[in-house]
């Protein structure tokens, strides 16, 4: 006897329900915390030679407070001064087989791409429809030592005027755990030497 074929899910409930991990940028309202951006650039000024170096960022994520950065951005479109003086970011790296090479061993690499490193985090790839540029971006490497200030009225320039883009924003709680993770990093406490322990271990 012939067996019914089994129904068919709709279309809406075939899906993946995958978390969602990104949000496209709003390109006409306030910078985000988590918000990735790329083609920016920043100034570094060497008192030595009194000139200005330029660094050029591929990508970097935004990592001031989304309150910081909406107050500010609702009082310069008031025509108020911001009271935000510089955005803080960190650079970001494209996962390249090279990057790859650097960052050490198998050990250090399987801990990197699971979060577990803390000087890292990585964050997976974009797809075009969750990036404002419609390109897409590939998988990053976000270095917390590689963290910089751009004053707030330029990085506003850059985006609007210039080469910059603003393309993705991490979304809860993918958002809260890159800044728990950054947290954790900038508390980090050096000690003079670790403790020695001396007693001898005791199976159950």
């Given at each position: ?57 591929a990508y970097a994520i935004v ?16 025509g108020k001064l911001g009271e ?74 850059q985006i609007n005027e210039g ?42």
């Open positions: 006897m012939t067996q019914p074929n089994p129904p068919q899910l709709p279309v809406e409930l075939a899906v993946s329900t995958r978390p969602i991990i990104y949000s496209k940028s709003s390109g006409g309202a306030e910078l985000r915390q988590g918000e990735i951006i790329s083609n920016i650039i920043s100034y570094n000024y060497d008192s030595s030679s009194e000139g200005v170096v330029e660094i050029r960022h990592i001031s407070q989304d309150c910081d950065l909406l107050w500010d951005y609702q009082n310069r479109a008031d935000l003086s510089c955005v803080l970011l960190a650079h970001a790296e494209v996962i390249s087989p090279e990057w790859r090479k650097e960052a050490g061993g198998r050990d250090i690499w399987k801990r990197i791409i699971q979060n577990k490193d803390e000087r890292y985090h990585a964050l997976e790839s974009v797809s075009s429809d969750t990036d404002l540029n419609g390109d897409g971006i590939p998988d990053l490497v976000v270095d917390f030592k590689g963290v910089f200030t751009i004053p707030t009225t330029e990085i506003y320039i080469e910059g883009r603003r393309r993705s924003v991490l979304e809860m709680p993918y958002r809260e755990h890159f800044q728990s993770r950054l947290a954790f990093y900038l508390q980090r406490v050096s000690l003079p030497d670790q403790h020695k322990i001396t007693s001898a271990s005791t199976s159950a």
